[in-house]
Nanobody, 125 residues
Framework: QVQLAESGGATVQAGGSLRLSCAAS????????MGWLRQTPGQEQEGIVS????????WYRSSVKGRFNISQDNVEPTVYLSMANLKPEDSGVYIC??????????????????WGQGTQVTVSS
C-alpha cells in the first residue's frame, strides 16, 4: 500500500502563487507515477498533471500548462506542485494520486491506484 499526504493548500489572491506537497510512504516502489487531481464542487474530478518519477517527464492539463510545475525532492519520496498566476477557476481540492507507471499523458482519476485526502486551494478574485 502507498499512503499519500498532501499539504500546502491555502487561500490566495488571483495572480498569486502556491506550492503543494505530497509525501509518499509505504510501498513507494509502486508509486513511480505521481499526479495531482482537482475536485471542484459540481464538477467531475479532473487530472491536472502526471509525473514519471524515474525520468522526470511530466504531462500537464492544457489549462495549467505554463503556470503549474511539478517537481520531486532529491531525497524524500515527495513531489511538489508549484502553481503560479493562479486564477479563481484553479480553486478546488487538490488530491495527490499515484500508480505504477504513467502512460505518457495526463491520467484520469480512476487510472490511479492510490489517492490522498486532498488539500483545499481557494483563489479569490
Amino acid at each position: 500500500q502507498v499512503q499519500l499526504a498532501e499539504s500546502g493548500g491555502a487561500t490566495v489572491q488571483a495572480g498569486g502563487s502556491l506550492r503543494l506537497s505530497c509525501a509518499a510512504s509505504g510501498n513507494t516502489a509502486s508509486a513511480t507515477c505521481m499526479g495531482w487531481l482537482r475536485q471542484t464542487p459540481g464538477q467531475e474530478q479532473e487530472g491536472i498533471v502526471s509525473f514519471e518519477t524515474s525520468t522526470g517527464n511530466a504531462w500537464y492539463r492544457s489549462s495549467v500548462k505554463g503556470r503549474f510545475n511539478i517537481s520531486q525532492d532529491n531525497v524524500e519520496p515527495t513531489v511538489y506542485l508549484s502553481m503560479a498566476n493562479l486564477k479563481p477557476e484553479d480553486s478546488g481540492v487538490y488530491i495527490c494520486a499515484a500508480r505504477l507507471g504513467c502512460r505518457g499523458r495526463v491520467l484520469r482519476p480512476h487510472e490511479y491506484n492510490h489517492w490522498g485526502q486532498g488539500t483545499q486551494v481557494t483563489v479569490s478574485s
